[in-house]
């Protein structure tokens, strides 16, 4: 809850998809290569291969998965990050959530 943070939202004319500029502010240093293989282990989470590719709305469109690059350090603040993150929000937003939704209720509700 103490984490401070700045976002971004980028718009563009893409038919659905969202990005987000991420600057993250860490209670202790994390190096940018640790950050990237702490997001790659979520299931959920994509992390460019490339530490300078940014993920884009139309390359992200139809996945699953967030899509997180471009990670480096915010030199304007101490034990800074900044991320590029992208993804499909009918696919990861909208449509996961309710699937999720839809599951806690069954689940909560019965058949």
């Known amino acids: 809850p103490d984490l401070k943070m700045t976002v971004t939202a980028v718009r563009v004319p893409v038919f ?4 987000f500029s991420v600057n993250l502010v860490m209670e202790k240093e994390l190096s940018p ?4 293989v702490v ?6 989470l994509e992390v460019a291969p490339d530490p300078l ?8 469109t139809g996945s699953d998965k967030i899509h997180i690059g471009r990670i480096r350090r915010d030199v304007s603040v101490p034990n800074g990050l900044d991320l590029g993150i992208a993804g499909d929000n009918v696919r990861r937003g909208a449509a996961a959530n309710m699937t999720g939704i ?7 509700f019965g058949d």
């Open 16 to 19: 659905h998809s969202y990005a």
């Open 33 to 36: 290569e640790r950050c990237a």
């Open 39 to 44: 997001l790659n282990a979520c299931d959920l």
């Open 53 to 60: 590719e940014y993920p884009m709305q139309l390359s992200v």
């Open 102 to 108: 839809a599951r806690h209720l069954i689940e909560t």
